[in-house]
């Protein structure tokens, strides 16, 4: 049983930045690919980005890559998502998944869902 919480959701201004936290409870991650999804009112929930748990290995959808950063503590149990340069279009509830085997960016390849937490960009 997997089990996936995420925090750090609130409103900042655009221009700033936001961090992100996904607790994750399982016996291990090994061989498992943690990502992050996005959904924006009246959108459909989008891929953000993915990283590998053992390797760190990364991906980025275009909309972000270059002010998202995705990482790790394989000690806590915890993937981040650091969000720069936040623009009005970012506002979504973000959501924490996890798969087990290679990084994919479709819904339907992630197996855990975490609650989400809303992340709202002023303008």
């Known amino acids: 049983q997997v089990q996936l919480v995420e925090s750090g959701g609130g409103v900042v201004q655009a221009g700033g930045s936001l961090r992100l936290s996904c607790a994750a409870s399982?016996?291990?991650?090994?061989?498992?690919?943690m990502g992050w999804f996005r959904q924006a009112p009246g959108k459909e929930r989008e891929f953000v980005s993915s990283?590998?748990?053992?390797?760190?290995?990364?991906n980025y959808a275009d909309s972000v890559k270059g002010r998202f950063t995705v990482s790790r503590d394989t000690a806590e149990n915890t993937v981040y998502l650091q969000m720069n340069s936040l623009k009005a279009e970012d506002t979504a509830v973000y959501y924490c998944a996890t798969r087990r085997g290679i990084p994919v960016r479709t819904i339907a390849g992630y197996t855990y869902w975490g609650q989400g937490t809303q992340v709202t960009v002023s303008s």
């Open positions: 399982a016996r291990t991650f090994s061989g498992y690919t």
């Open positions: 990283i590998t748990w053992i390797g760190g290995m990364t």
